[in-house]
């Protein structure tokens, strides 16, 4: 079966990086748009950024701004977030989510979700 496990999460202080990864298997990577959401305590899940599966990617401009960055590895069938210039509200936990083809400006329609990895950020 289709499975997507996150990990890199963890305790950073304002001003630093981390890099998550979310490794799939089950799936031919090759065929799905993948996608970061996160969900802090409280709020809703929001739309961090997808990637197409040429590699195109799209961030949510509210908060992204130049500071996240989305990849893929094909070899792998692994997808990446890179987040530096982390501040305490990005602290959420963080999910990848893949459907089978599909556009990454629609966020909605993910088949495929992991369990999501803990991100915090201190002040």
């Known amino acids: 079966q289709v499975q997507l496990v996150e990990s890199g999460g963890g305790l950073v202080q304002a001003g630093g990086s981390l890099r998550l990864s979310c490794a799939t298997s089950?799936?031919?990577?090759?065929?799905?748009?993948m996608a970061w959401f996160r969900q802090a305590l409280g709020k809703e899940r929001e739309f961090v950024g997808g990637?197409?599966?040429?590699?195109?990617?799209?961030y949510n401009t509210d908060f992204v701004k130049g500071r996240f960055s989305i990849s893929r590895d094909g070899a792998k069938s692994t997808l990446y977030l890179q987040m530096n210039s982390l501040k305490p509200e990005d602290t959420a936990v963080y999910y990848c989510?893949?459907?089978?083809?599909?556009?990454?400006?629609?966020?909605?329609?993910?088949?495929?979700w992991g369990q999501g990895t803990q991100v915090t950020v201190s002040s």
């Open positions: 089950g799936l031919t990577f090759s065929y799905y748009t």
């Open positions: 989510a893949a459907k089978k083809y599909g556009s990454t400006l629609i966020t909605t329609d993910y088949d495929y």
């Open positions: 990637i197409s599966r040429s590699g195109v990617s799209t």
